[in-house]
């Protein structure tokens, strides 16, 4: 496969992790809000965006990043942040609201931040973009070699944030890559009613740049694609949108009844589980054996069990800190 074994096992312990992480937060989500479903119930209040299925985009790309590039997610933003190596005790303490968490509890889900790794997310459709080409524009005026990267799923492509961003970054050569996760839905409505081009890659040639595509959420041709975006940006040769034909395996956001799915569309994407089929490339190249992934999967889900029993266990915020780290324009 022309790719080192060390980053293909990394890719595979990333997807198990992220998706173990998804199945148990979807599980703890719902703690308190049945019978009847209310979103501002439970041990985890607030709307929730999981990323089952979608787990190639994010350590694809992420394979080839260091803490000192930037990554900035959209509201599903999990994947993500694990493939960026946001600290998973503190992330998920977040979620809880505990005071333990990145941003002591006040931002939820959709908020997380880590300076450390460079990761953040927002819950604006769209608005990781400038943010990406903000630091990209950065790394470029103090001379690193730092990338930014910004995912967003194919409806923000639509957004003007999109094309604002996307044109500085062409004209300026800013080492910024846009990646666009096509699930197929922005939140219910499928993307050929609301998109005029096929993919969006396509429309990387307005701004003079480059576009690539991975069909079939293939976690391989994602890390190939995703090597020569990062290398062209370290090199200087500007921007590249990379979209991804990735699966959505649950609703828009949990408790969402998915009406506009048909009965059969879920589980025949489940059949094509990039985790399995990523696996099954690792054991026939003879790169590892079962008992080895076994063991890994063992480290990487028990990694995730403590940071669920670290957020249970954590205190929650004393009332008058929700005075503190404000700020106020006159």
């Avoid at 103090?142 to 910004?150: E, L, M, N, Q, S």
């Amino acid at each position: 496969m022309g790719i080192p074994k060390e980053k293909l096992v990394w890719m595979y312990e990333k997807m198990v992790q992220i998706r173990h992480y998804e199945e148990t937060m979807e599980k703890v989500y719902m703690e308190g809000k049945t019978p009847a479903f209310n979103i501002g119930a439970g041990t985890v209040p607030g709307e929730m965006h999981l990323s089952n299925g979608q787990e190639p985009a994010a350590v694809g790309i992420c394979a080839h990043l260091t803490k000192e590039d930037t990554v900035a997610s959209p509201h599903r933003p999990h994947h993500h942040a694990i493939a960026k190596g946001v600290d998973l005790n503190k992330m998920t303490a977040e979620m809880f609201g505990k005071e333990t968490g990145l941003g002591k509890g006040k931002g939820g889900h959709m908020h997380l931040f880590d300076p450390d790794v460079k990761f953040a997310c927002s819950g604006i459709v769209g608005a990781g973009i400038p943010q990406a080409v903000g630091a990209a524009l950065a790394a470029k005026k103090r001379g690193t070699d730092a990338v930014a990267v910004a995912f967003i799923g194919e409806g923000a492509a639509n957004a003007g944030s999109f094309h604002e961003s996307l044109n500085l970054a062409a004209l300026w050569k800013l080492p910024v890559i846009v990646v666009v996760e096509d699930n197929q839905y922005g939140i219910s409505v499928p993307k050929e009613v609301a998109t005029s081009v096929e993919s969006n890659h396509l429309r990387a040639s307005a701004y003079g740049i480059v576009g690539e595509r991975v069909d079939d959420n293939d976690p391989i041709e994602m890390y190939k694609v995703s090597e020569r975006a990062v290398k062209r940006a370290r090199n200087g040769e500007g921007p590249t949108i990379i979209e991804i034909e990735t699966y959505r395996f649950l609703g828009h956001f949990q408790g969402d009844p998915e009406l506009y799915r048909g009965e059969g569309e879920v589980p025949a994407l489940r059949e094509k589980d990039p985790i399995n089929r990523l696996k099954a490339s690792i054991l026939s190249e003879g790169l590892a054996d079962d008992a080895e992934l076994e063991e890994r999967e063992n480290r990487v889900k028990a990694l995730v069990d403590e940071a669920y029993q670290f957020a249970r266990e954590s205190e929650y915020p004393e009332p008058e800190a929700a005075l503190e780290d404000l700020f106020v324009t006159p």
